[in-house]
Protein backbone atom coordinates (compact mmCIF):
# COMPACT_ATOMS: atom_id res chain seq x y z
CA UNK A 1 0.00 0.00 0.00
CA UNK A 2 1.16 3.52 -1.17
CA UNK A 3 1.79 5.98 1.88
CA UNK A 4 3.26 9.34 1.89
CA UNK A 5 3.91 10.81 5.38
CA UNK A 6 5.11 15.35 5.36
CA UNK A 7 6.94 16.54 8.01
CA UNK A 8 8.22 19.61 8.70
CA UNK A 9 5.83 22.49 8.42
CA UNK A 10 5.26 25.00 11.46
CA UNK A 11 5.22 28.67 11.85
CA UNK A 12 7.86 31.20 10.97
CA UNK A 13 7.92 34.86 10.62
CA UNK A 14 8.61 36.20 6.88
CA UNK A 15 12.30 35.57 5.81
CA UNK A 16 12.83 32.68 7.57
CA UNK A 17 12.79 29.02 6.22
CA UNK A 18 11.75 25.58 6.42
CA UNK A 19 12.21 21.93 5.20
CA UNK A 20 9.88 20.00 4.70
CA UNK A 21 10.14 15.93 4.04
CA UNK A 22 7.63 13.42 2.21
CA UNK A 23 8.47 9.81 3.48
CA UNK A 24 7.22 7.61 0.80
CA UNK A 25 6.76 3.51 1.56
CA UNK A 26 5.04 0.84 -0.11
CA UNK A 27 6.48 1.19 -3.98
CA UNK A 28 10.54 1.54 -5.30
CA UNK A 29 11.24 5.51 -4.63
CA UNK A 30 12.13 5.57 -8.90
CA UNK A 31 10.05 5.80 -12.02
CA UNK A 32 7.50 7.97 -9.75
CA UNK A 33 6.50 11.68 -10.58
CA UNK A 34 6.58 13.85 -7.55
CA UNK A 35 5.23 17.26 -6.65
CA UNK A 36 4.60 19.41 -3.67
CA UNK A 37 1.27 21.16 -3.83
CA UNK A 38 -0.12 23.61 -1.41
CA UNK A 39 -3.68 24.69 -0.71
CA UNK A 40 -4.90 28.03 0.86
CA UNK A 41 -7.94 28.17 2.84
CA UNK A 42 -10.56 28.84 0.31
CA UNK A 43 -8.20 28.42 -2.57
CA UNK A 44 -7.71 25.59 -4.70
CA UNK A 45 -4.54 23.32 -4.67
CA UNK A 46 -1.70 24.48 -6.61
CA UNK A 47 1.67 23.16 -7.73
CA UNK A 48 5.00 24.50 -6.23
CA UNK A 49 7.37 21.82 -7.54
CA UNK A 50 7.95 18.77 -8.68
CA UNK A 51 10.49 16.16 -10.23
CA UNK A 52 10.48 12.57 -11.68
CA UNK A 53 12.55 10.84 -9.71
CA UNK A 54 14.14 8.93 -12.08
CA UNK A 55 15.99 11.99 -13.17
CA UNK A 56 15.64 14.97 -14.76
CA UNK A 57 15.43 18.81 -13.90
CA UNK A 58 13.16 19.67 -11.09
CA UNK A 59 10.10 22.70 -12.22
CA UNK A 60 9.13 24.93 -10.25
CA UNK A 61 5.92 27.58 -9.98
CA UNK A 62 6.89 30.72 -10.60
CA UNK A 63 5.56 32.33 -7.37
CA UNK A 64 8.21 30.46 -5.67
CA UNK A 65 11.09 29.82 -8.52
CA UNK A 66 14.74 30.87 -6.71
CA UNK A 67 13.06 30.47 -2.90
CA UNK A 68 12.31 26.82 -2.76
CA UNK A 69 14.46 23.85 -3.76
CA UNK A 70 13.06 19.98 -4.42
CA UNK A 71 15.35 17.19 -3.40
CA UNK A 72 15.34 13.87 -3.37
CA UNK A 73 17.18 10.88 -1.03
CA UNK A 74 16.47 7.67 -2.84
CA UNK A 75 18.22 5.72 -0.14
CA UNK A 76 15.59 7.15 2.58
CA UNK A 77 12.36 7.37 0.14
CA UNK A 78 12.21 10.71 0.72
CA UNK A 79 11.32 13.85 -1.14
CA UNK A 80 12.42 16.97 0.45
CA UNK A 81 11.35 20.57 -0.26
CA UNK A 82 13.22 23.54 1.04
CA UNK A 83 11.75 26.53 1.33
CA UNK A 84 13.36 29.86 1.73
CA UNK A 85 12.69 33.32 2.58
CA UNK A 86 9.37 32.39 2.97
CA UNK A 87 6.25 35.38 2.63
CA UNK A 88 2.97 35.35 4.06
CA UNK A 89 1.43 34.56 0.63
CA UNK A 90 3.73 31.40 1.21
CA UNK A 91 0.92 30.29 4.33
CA UNK A 92 -1.16 26.96 3.64
CA UNK A 93 -1.28 23.31 4.03
CA UNK A 94 1.32 21.34 2.17
CA UNK A 95 1.18 18.08 0.17
CA UNK A 96 3.03 15.96 -1.05
CA UNK A 97 2.11 13.59 -3.92
CA UNK A 98 3.00 10.86 -6.07
CA UNK A 99 2.12 8.64 -9.41
CA UNK A 100 3.78 5.95 -11.21
CA UNK A 101 5.27 6.79 -14.84
CA UNK A 102 3.65 4.80 -17.32
CA UNK A 103 4.53 7.69 -19.72
CA UNK A 104 6.78 10.74 -20.38
CA UNK A 105 4.56 14.43 -19.58
CA UNK A 106 4.75 17.75 -21.09
CA UNK A 107 5.73 20.31 -18.34
CA UNK A 108 2.48 21.60 -17.42
CA UNK A 109 1.33 17.77 -16.31
CA UNK A 110 3.55 17.98 -13.23
CA UNK A 111 1.33 21.01 -11.96
CA UNK A 112 -2.22 19.22 -12.77
CA UNK A 113 -3.32 17.57 -9.21
CA UNK A 114 -5.52 15.02 -10.51
CA UNK A 115 -2.68 13.40 -12.69
CA UNK A 116 -1.06 12.72 -9.17
CA UNK A 117 -2.84 9.01 -7.42
CA UNK A 118 -0.99 8.95 -4.13
CA UNK A 119 -1.37 11.99 -1.60
CA UNK A 120 -0.06 12.58 1.95
CA UNK A 121 -2.15 13.91 4.59
CA UNK A 122 -0.65 17.83 4.13
CA UNK A 123 1.72 19.44 6.95
CA UNK A 124 0.70 23.53 7.60
CA UNK A 125 2.98 26.24 6.93
CA UNK A 126 1.94 29.37 8.25
CA UNK A 127 4.04 32.58 7.74
CA UNK A 128 3.53 35.59 9.38
CA UNK A 129 4.90 38.96 8.47
Known amino acids: QVQLVESGGGSVQAGGSLRLSCVAS????????MGWFRQAPGKGREGVAA????????LYADSVKGRFTIAQDNAKNTLYLQMNSLKPEDTGMYYC??????????????????????WGQGTQVTVSS
Open 26 to 33: GYSFSNYY
Open 51 to 58: IYTGGGSA
Open 97 to 118: ASTIRRAAWLSTAYFRPERYNN
